[in-house]
């Protein structure tokens, strides 16, 4: 059972938009930046956002983060096929005194 | 060019040993906080231990805690995980990531390939 909360699943078309979803609480995501991260197929986790909404050099602006209380949201504009993979939500728990995770959630660009 | 390159994985006996390795290229290692990051098969991603950059500082997740040992050497620009009293649950991929943290922030900005943990008899 993960800390963050996030859907096992989402889906689109390409092309479209979807907005992948990491509910915490105030001792996580209420009281400190999340960042998101995209593993493709077979491959190590890459960060994709930092410190809430910010992308690192190289990451197209088709991706975007946001927060609201204790939930953050990963957006994903025009998507493309290549875009499938598992997305995950990430903070520092200040009660806990550890990183955690969401449990992942797996994007399919229909 | 920046990179992370672990090593050491390999088929281990319940209640074996093991050493991991991290070798970083790129980048002033000892500047950076260093993390070891482990994927269970079909699993998430789970953070295991930390050690900052002059190795003061370091944390263990419970699950882990007392039978794994972070440590590096900047010298050689290299991370380690003694892995003890390994058990079935430890088998995973493990990552070593490059740590980014401040007062109300924590992430990894850059992370290695993974070399894979396997425990069973």
């Known amino acids: 059972q993960s800390v963050l909360t996030q859907p096992p699943s989402v889906s689109a078309a390409p092309g479209q938009k979807v907005t992948i979803s990491c509910s915490g609480s105030?001792?996580?995501?209420?009281?400190?930046?999340v960042s998101w991260y995209q593993q493709l197929p077979g491959t190590a986790p890459k960060l994709l956002i930092y410190e809430t909404n910010k992308r690192p050099s190289g990451i197209p602006d088709r991706f975007s983060g946001s927060k609201s209380g204790t939930s953050a949201t990963l957006g994903i504009t025009g998507l493309q096929t290549g875009d499938e993979a598992d997305y995950y939500c990430?903070?520092?728990?200040?009660?806990?005194?550890?990183?955690?995770f969401g449990g992942g959630t797996k994007l399919t660009v229909l | 060019e920046v990179q992370l390159v672990e090593s050491g994985g390999d088929l281990v006996q319940p209640g074996g040993s093991l050493r991991l390795s991290c070798a970083a290229s790129?980048?002033?290692?000892?500047?950076?906080?260093m993390n070891w990051v482990r994927q269970a098969p079909g699993k998430g991603l789970e953070s295991i231990s930390y050690i900052s950059g002059s190795s003061t500082t370091i944390y263990y997740a419970d699950s882990v805690k007392g039978r794994f040992t972070i440590s590096r050497d900047n010298a050689k620009n290299s991370l380690y995980l003694q892995m003890n009293s390994l058990r079935a649950e430890d088998t995973a991929v493990y990552y070593c990531?490059?740590?980014?943290?401040?007062?109300?922030?924590?992430?990894?900005?850059?992370w290695g390939r993974g070399t894979l943990v396997t425990v069973s008899s």
């Open positions: 990531a490059r740590v980014r943290v401040g007062a109300d922030y924590w992430y990894f900005d850059l």
């Open positions: 105030s001792s996580n995501i209420g009281n400190n930046y």
């Open positions: 790129g980048f002033t290692f000892s500047s950076y906080s």
């Open positions: 990430g903070t520092w728990d200040s009660s806990l005194s550890v990183v955690v």
